[in-house]
């Protein structure tokens, strides 16, 4: 051989080696460097019997994608893809690379191709699943984990991801819930029991929402898990227990769990709302235009002798009263013998001219003060002896239904009842 021979041999020896590809050797990985929640893209997948030389390239490729090396995953997916493109782990390891990277666009454009070859496809569902839940789409990822953990083989990551959305859910619902309005804030709080049945503030919550819409069995049946433990006692379980009991009408139970809470924890709302619950309880046993009377929201003359009659003992069992003059216009009025007896005590003056009392006429507040002066000195009330009209409720220790108010504003039965009170009071 002629040393050109061996020249030219030499040289077709270097440009072969310089056209070989050396292919770089697969990192190795560590356990800590895995992201638990994205599984191996091939976990679910069925398709017939495995390439070996397929899943060599395919298992390089993951490596570099698990490492962080993103240009040389997606080289070498790429190329298993241009040469196998049905092979479905490839592209959904292009989206892991993608969902490391926060493209979740891009990852999902990924995942839903695959998903639609293969709906049951376990790692393309954790993959949806996930995308979810980095995107903080918490109800949506919620459920989608909720049905990846019923798959054949689901891994224990999707139990634990599940496991940490609901109760990131439950917080999402329970904080919604403080400012919705009533009948969403209803909606959410038991949807967050759903996720958390033993959740006692959500149920308290519950509880105190179906109260204040007066939906009392509904009421009762979200604090029946709370009866049976610690939260029994709590002031604000027994104050909603009362309160369903007066909405039922079982007014003696009320009464005594007020009382044990008034006295327990010396709060002045519960003995105010005692006094209004033993006021409502003594207002069932009265005749029905007495009620009518209390839940009046524009008092007329005749109903206010109605509550003259039923809540000042002094004016119904006074005695020895003289007739009194005749009014032609109570014959049909509601409560006509509470203001007849009205008329008969001085409190009402029929005009003599036209024999009318007005009976109808609404009380103004300006005329209920006036009146409340005139039960107190007709009645020979002790606080009343020798002192000016107007200045009589202060001595008596009643307020003024003047203070603060328009003196041309109507008054309702409940504000005159409780007005009566203190009247009472003072001509005992």
């Known amino acids: ?14 440009l072969a080696a310089s056209c070989t590809t050396v292919d770089k050797p697969a990192p190795v990985m560590a356990p800590e460097s895995r992201d638990p929640y ?31 090396n993103e240009p040389e995953a997606r080289t070498r997916l790429a190329d298993i893809l241009r040469t196998n493109p049905e092979y479905l782990p490839a592209r959904l390891a292009l989206a892991a690379v993608d969902i490391r990277a926060d493209r979740y666009d891009e990852a999902q454009a990924n995942v839903a191709e695959v998903l639609a070859a293969d709906r049951n496809y376990l790692a393309a569902r954790v993959y949806e699943a996930e995308i979810a839940t980095r995107q903080r789409n918490t109800r949506r990822a919620y459920e989608l984990y909720r049905d ?29 819930a403080q400012t919705a309005a009533p009948a969403e804030a209803i909606r959410l709080l038991r949807e967050a029991l759903t996720l958390n ?20 069995e509904e009421a009762r049946r979200a604090l029946d898990p709370l009866l049976n433990g610690a939260d029994v006692d709590r002031p604000e379980v027994q104050e909603m227990l009362a309160e369903i009991d007066t909405g039922r009408g079982r007014y003696q139970e009320a009464i005594v ?10 709060d002045p709302r519960y003995n105010t709302r005692l006094e209004e619950i033993k006021e409502e309880w003594s207002a069932q046993n009265m005749p029905s235009h007495f009620r009518q009377a209390l839940e009046s929201e524009a008092l007329t003359r005749a109903e206010l002798a109605v509550l003259l009659y039923w809540k000042v003992p002094s004016i119904r069992f006074a005695q020895n009263l003289n007739s009194p003059p005749i009014a032609i216009d109570v014959a049909d009025v509601s409560g006509r013998e509470e203001m007849i007896r009205a008329i008969a005590l001085g409190l009402y003056d029929v005009d003599p001219v036209t024999r009318r009392v007005g009976p109808h006429r609404q ?11 005139r039960v107190l000195q007709l009645r020979a009330a002790p606080c009343a002896r020798g002192i000016a009209v107007d200045r009589v409720l202060a001595a008596c220790g009643v307020p003024d239904p003047l203070t603060g108010t328009d003196p041309n504003a109507l008054v309702s039965g409940r504000t005159a009842a409780r007005l009566l009170e203190p009247i009472a009071n003072a001509l005992q």
Do not use: C
Not at 1 to 14: F, G, P
Not at 42 to 49: E, I, P, Q, S, T
Not at 148 to 176: I, K, N
């Open 197 to 216: 049945a033993g959740a006692n503030e959500a149920r308290l919550l519950l509880g105190q929402k179906l109260v204040a819409q007066k939906q009392w």
């Open 363 to 373: 009380v103004t507040a300006e005329r209920l003060s006036r009146l409340l002066a």
């Open 1 to 14: 051989m002629t040393k050109r021979t061996i020249l030219l041999v030499l040289a077709a020896a270097l």
């Open 38 to 68: 994205l599984v191996d893209p091939r976990a679910g997948f069925h398709d017939g019997a495995p390439d070996p030389q397929l899943e060599k390239k395919f298992d390089t490729a993951w490596r570099w994608a698990l490492s962080g």
């Open 257 to 266: 769990r007020y009382d044990r809470l008034a006295r327990r924890t010396r």
């Open 148 to 176: 990846v953990v019923t798959l054949t083989d689901a891994p224990a990551s999707a139990t634990e991801r599940l496991r940490e959305l609901g109760a990131t859910l439950y917080g999402e619902l329970f904080a919604s």
